[in-house]
């Protein structure tokens, strides 16, 4: 079975500008959630989706935003990038509930310049 | 403030001593406990995880954690590691009242050598 993919795997970009970042997860899973990872923040959940709808969102600001396709694909946008917005971002995926496991995909490392 | 705390920030052993990472979570109620790990150029991966039951789980590699609610701990334990066993290791909370968000810890950096 493929693991979680995401796209693109390195990103660079400017302030002022904005970025999508896409993520595939495990055939027949539903929950896709996302993190940044920062070497000061460490791992900071940003937000879940699940059946297209968003079911949980962390402390980030409004720039920060997501969505779900019905195939469960995700995406997820940074309006006004920052300087502090340059992370890993990973993905990742579970079955449905809190008790299944969330496998994490591969990230996308964004540099904001 | 609401938080997971990974006591170590880097460990480093020789092969074949004992390890032991701490972790402890300051929510109340019922939570969700995970140990995560990533070794180097690969992705986080489950080592294992506490919902109920037995305080005492077993996961991959050989690997084990005590859950202990008193404490609000959860200690990750190896008997004996190995040069493989080098790599970052996350502790996670997954609070009842956070969905199935994961609050984790900053990590602490194992270097074994051999």
């Known amino acids: 079975k493929a693991g979680v993919t995401q796209t693109p795997r390195y990103l660079i970009k400017t302030r002022g500008q904005q970025v999508t970042l896409s993520c595939s997860p495990i055939?027949?899973?539903?929950?896709v959630s996302w993190y940044q990872q920062t070497p000061g923040q460490g791992l900071q959940f940003l937000f879940e989706?699940?059946?297209?709808?968003?079911?949980n969102k962390g402390n980030f600001p409004g720039r920060f935003s997501g969505r779900q396709f019905s195939n469960s694909r995700s995406e997820m946008n940074v309006s006004t990038l920052e300087l502090g917005d340059s992370a890993l971002y990973l993905c990742?995926?579970?079955?449905?509930?809190?008790?299944?496991?969330?496998?994490f995909g591969p990230g996308t490392r964004l540099t904001v310049l | 403030a609401q938080s997971v705390s990974q006591h170590n920030h880097h460990v480093i052993l020789s092969e074949a001593a004992s390890l032991e990472l701490g972790c402890n979570y300051s929510?109340?109620?019922?939570?969700?406990l995970f140990w995560y790990v990533q070794y180097p150029g690969q992705h986080l991966q489950l080592l294992l995880k506490y919902f109920s039951g037995d305080p005492l789980v077993k996961g991959i590699k050989g690997f084990e954690a005590e859950f202990i609610k008193s404490k609000f701990s959860f200690n990750l334990r190896k008997p004996s590691v190995q040069w493989s066993d080098t790599a970052e290791y996350f502790c996670?909370?997954?609070?009842?009242?956070?969905?199935?968000?994961?609050?984790f810890g900053k990590g602490t950096t194992l270097s074994v050598s051999s």
């Open positions: 929510y109340g109620g019922t939570v969700n």
């Open positions: 055939s027949g899973h539903r929950s």
């Open positions: 989706y699940f059946s297209e709808t968003q079911r």
């Open positions: 990742a995926s579970s079955l449905v509930s809190r008790t299944d496991t969330q496998y």
């Open positions: 996670a909370v997954n609070p009842n009242q956070a969905g199935t968000a994961l609050i």
